[in-house]
């Protein structure tokens, strides 16, 4: 029951240039979302995240932007930089339970 | 000021042995979550506490899979009988819970267990 999903297993960019991550749900219960990063050999850990009520969260270089209509969200990092290389996971939360579901992550290479 | 930790770091077993990982959240974390991230794959949830008992066991994978948390702290995850396709990194996460706004998880990093 994957009810989120990141199709692009991976996405190569080269460094000062734009990278867009997406996300999409299924569950219409989903009021909150999140994005993690995961270094290999480590946990993942927060990176932002953006409540069902916006449609926009900024963070330095990263923002995240949330379309419901279309059950889409995605994640941009701009500008890229070597070091944001890693597997970006989305996630999501149901207003009525507590517990996340994650995607199958983005393998993101930022090229110097 | 100590993160989630998790013990063992790698776990080699043979089929057919049982294995338990442990989970030591963040101090205060009410809600503790249990994940496994078999290689080349994204994160599967298996079971997540809030407190002590575990409103959401859908994802346990089978009857072998059992997970318990006492005292709202220290969580094991005991896999029996186990089997070759339970090879895969499990990580714990734990957050502060349904009673505040923030649904951020911390990580541990993880467990890798692999069956022979």
């Known amino acids: 029951d994957q009810q989120v999903k990141q199709n692009s297993p991976s996405l190569s960019v080269q460094e000062g240039r734009i990278s867009i991550l997406n996300c999409d749900y299924t569950?219409?219960?989903?009021?909150?979302f999140l994005w993690y990063k995961k270094y290999p050999a480590e946990g993942p850990t927060f990176l932002i995240s953006i409540s069902s009520i916006k449609d926009k969260n900024e963070d330095g270089r990263f923002t995240v932007f949330l379309n419901k209509s279309a059950k889409h969200l995605s994640l941009h990092i701009v500008p890229s930089q070597p070091g944001d290389s890693a597997v970006y996971f989305c996630?999501?939360?149901?207003?009525?339970?507590?517990?996340?579901?994650f995607g199958a992550g983005t393998r993101l290479t930022v090229k110097p | 000021g100590a993160g989630v930790s998790q013990s063992p770091s790698n776990k080699v077993t043979e089929k057919g042995k049982d294995v338990e990982l442990r989970c030591d959240p963040i101090s205060g974390h009410t809600a503790l979550y249990w994940y496994r991230q078999r290689l080349g794959q994204g994160l599967e949830f298996l079971i997540y506490f809030q407190g002590n008992s575990a409103p959401d066991k859908s994802g346990l994978p089978s009857d072998r899979f059992s997970a318990e948390r006492t005292g709202e702290s220290v969580s094991t995850l005991t896999i029996q009988r186990t089997q070759q396709e339970d090879s895969a990194v499990y990580l714990c996460?734990?957050?502060?819970?349904?009673?505040?706004?923030?649904?951020?998880?911390?990580f541990g990093p993880g467990t890798r267990l692999t069956v022979t």
């Open positions: 996460a734990s957050s502060l819970g349904v009673s505040s706004n923030s649904y951020e998880q911390y």
């Open positions: 996630a999501a939360r149901a207003y009525n339970n507590n517990d996340m579901r």
């Open positions: 569950n219409s219960m989903f009021d909150y």
